[in-house]
């Protein structure tokens, strides 16, 4: 923030320039740059401060709130009494412009005052000097009213009366005052006060400084933008939330324009497909069309928001449905499907990573952050989750109705009788043969509105190794001699070695499954393709999720482990899965069950097959003739 007051944001100023000519509102400045909004509300420019000071000095920056006569407010805006009074002046100065006076004293004014107080029964009348001062006004604003506008609001002396000490304790306190310890003015006042009486100690009485008035230094306080008075005294989160700007989402013309995605723990309780014991609460992952409220990606499972839900409700949207609808015998239609223009989030974590980005970038698809706390500014997507609640969970059984109190009589988990796999069952069938039937706000339902879309915008098909593979994880590890490491797990092959033998030590790109951690995919820049290298403990990877690797690696920790074989990986790993299924038969025997998300997370129970293992090398041979003098593989490439 600049230190000179003058260019404050929320200041008015009307510059005369050629590239800068109108008024407008300074909404930033720093040291070097003053962001200014044009009052059109159309155009935001960046300028130099040395330039604007340049136009300050030529007279070409008028600041409004220094204009002495207002700035751009007209006559019939003013309250009522200033009203009457610029008229009960006017009258006076239309007296001496009527008479054939034209000299300004005294003996002259005197009548004219006298005549025109009779004529409008003024109690009150001016001094010929306020006349005259009246008159001046007038005639210097071109014979206009505005002249005669009372500007009380600009008299007196407005510099600093208090002693250059005292301002200096004010300033101190109140750099503890704006804190988020959030002290009262008035124990700011005391400090203040106690401040100078410290500083009188040291003086003769006559020297004594004056304590200020508790209203003059609530005064000084005062003196911040509201933002930052916020910022400072409840804490960054609350004070960008005021500043941000409160948007309404734009208007989309067709599907696939804009697509909305959230996630949310659905209110009812599920129990496991083969036991018939408790589950607990899945998480919906889901995208909407925000123009024809299709639902175009869901993913239910117990995996906690992070990118890999997110890329699972992705790959759901770009794909058909077909698939999914017939694994779970749905019937019905669900035509939503393809690549999206704009992805528009909230400000979850899972959706700030390098992960989603790269993904994002790969299909062609912008990612837009919705404003801080603006729920409205992905309204579709919410109201999705409040039907949801209030419409499909409100027939089902096991549901919570958000209720966490202990001592009520409801108990949700004694009334869950829906498996996992049949509330998916049920929840797909509502969305195709319910939602995306029911007529939207102008009559007309998702689906029909998406087939109605899809005539002129056809939709083509994506390839679904394409999107697979665009939607596995991303990182960069070091390539050393015995291979690279990823997650404390070990990966080689020969081929991986050959990359070695050409490069020595170094920066490569993996991709990898979140969900199986038996091979990863190094990318070899040189001849433009990945290359498959699995898990050096391929027995103890094989099929294992990343979440399910961290459990066991905290578990190898908390022994105090510091070799991770096989057999103490393989080990742990076990125990970690015989304690799961422990928990599903102390369940299956006691009536009070406890939930266990976890466990299911664990097991992967939701998770669909959309990002599975596949094989990344393009469809081509490569034949290694030679090495030449520069130490690298000479091939040949043939496509299939």
């Not at 008035?186 to 203040?192: H, S």
């Not at 990002?611 to 393009?618: A, F, G, R, T």
């Given at each position: 923030m600049?230190?000179?007051t003058r260019w404050a944001p929320g200041l008015i100023v009307r510059i005369e320039d050629e590239s800068l000519n109108g008024s407008w509102m300074i909404r930033s400045a720093s040291r070097e740059t003053i962001r200014l909004a044009c009052l059109d509300g159309r155009t935001v420019v960046n300028e130099n401060c040395e330039k604007l000071e340049q136009l300050s000095e030529r007279g070409s920056v008028t600041f409004l709130s220094e204009e002495y006569w207002k700035g751009d407010i007209v006559f019939r805006d003013y309250p009522e009494h200033i009203q009457y009074e610029v008229a009960r002046r006017l009258k006076y100065v239309q007296g001496f412009l009527a008479s054939d006076h034209r000299k300004k004293s005294r003996k002259k004014l005197e009548p004219i005052i006298s005549r025109v107080s009779c004529e409008i029964e003024d109690q009150s009348p001016p001094k010929p000097s306020t006349l005259i001062n009246w008159i001046n006004s007038y005639e210097k604003q071109g014979m206009k009213a505005k002249g005669l506008i009372p500007l009380h609001a600009k008299k007196g002396n407005r510099l600093i009366k208090l002693h250059p000490i005292v301002v200096g304790i004010i300033k101190a306190v109140k750099e503890q005052f704006y804190n988020k310890n959030k002290m009262s003015a008035?124990?700011?006042?005391?400090?203040?006060e106690a401040k100078v009486l410290q500083h009188n100690l040291n003086l003769e009485e006559h020297n004594y400084l004056k304590i200020p008035a508790y209203s003059t230094v609530k005064y000084h306080l005062d003196k911040v933008r509201y933002v930052d008075k916020v910022r400072t005294r409840s804490g960054e989160n609350i004070g960008r939330y005021e500043g941000a700007d409160y948007e309404i989402?734009?208007?989309?013309?067709?599907i696939l324009e804009r697509v909305e995605a959230d996630h949310t723990k659905l209110d009812i309780f599920v129990l496991d497909d083969d036991r018939k014991t408790l589950l607990g609460k899945p998480c919906l992952s889901a995208l909407i069309d925000h123009y024809s409220k299709m639902i175009v990606g869901i993913q239910v499972s117990f995996e906690e928001p992070s990118y890999a839900s997110v890329s699972l409700a992705?790959?759901?949207?770009?794909?058909?449905k077909e698939k999914i609808l017939r694994d779970h015998g749905v019937l019905g239609e669900w035509p939503a499907h393809g690549l999206m223009e704009e992805l528009v989030t909230d400000n979850g974590p899972e959706f700030w990573g390098n992960d989603l980005e790269a993904t994002l970038e790969t299909i062609g698809t912008v990612l837009h952050y919705a404003p801080v706390r603006s729920p409205n500014y992905k309204g579709s997507i919410e109201r999705f989750f409040r039907t949801v609640n209030t419409v499909f969970l409100d027939a089902q059984p096991g549901k919570t109705n958000g209720n966490k109190d202990s001592k009520s009589e409801y108990k949700a988990q004694f009334e869950a009788d829906l498996t996992f796999s049949e509330f998916r069952t049920k929840f797909l069938d509502w969305i195709v043969n319910h939602y995306h039937l029911s007529p939207g706000e102008d009559g007309v339902s998702p689906l029909d509105k998406w087939k109605a879309c899809l005539c002129d915008?056809?939709?083509p098909e994506e390839d679904e190794k394409f999107v697979e593979t665009s939607l596995m994880c991303t990182d960069v590890r070091t390539l050393q001699r015995w291979g690279i490491q990823f997650e404390k797990l070990k990966y080689n092959s020969a081929l991986l070695r050959d990359i070695y033998r050409r490069d020595g030590?170094?920066?490569l790109r993996i991709k990898y499954s979140p969900f199986d951690l038996s091979h990863i995919y190094v990318e070899d820049d040189l001849n433009g393709m990945y290359i498959k290298v699995p898990c050096e403990n391929y027995e103890y990877a094989s099929g294992l999720t990343l979440y399910a690797h961290k459990r066991v690696l905290k578990r190898v920790r908390d022994k105090s482990r510091e070799t991770l074989s096989n057999a103490v990986l393989q080990e742990a790993k076990i125990r970690l899965y015989a304690d799961a299924e422990s928990i599903h038969q102390r369940n299956a025997r006691r009536k009070t069950q406890v939930v266990a998300n976890k466990e299911a997370r664990l097991a992967g129970v939701g998770i669909s097959s959309n990002?599975?293992?596949?094989?990344?090398?393009?469809t081509r041979e490569v034949v290694v003739v030679?090495?030449?003098?520069?130490g690298f593989y000479e091939v040949e490439v043939w496509n299939d």
């Open positions: 600049r230190k000179d008035k124990t700011a006042w005391r400090k203040v989402a734009p208007v989309s013309t067709r992705i790959a759901s949207s770009l794909l058909s915008f056809p939709v030590v170094s920066e990002i599975e293992s596949v094989n990344l090398e393009p030679g090495m030449n003098d520069e």
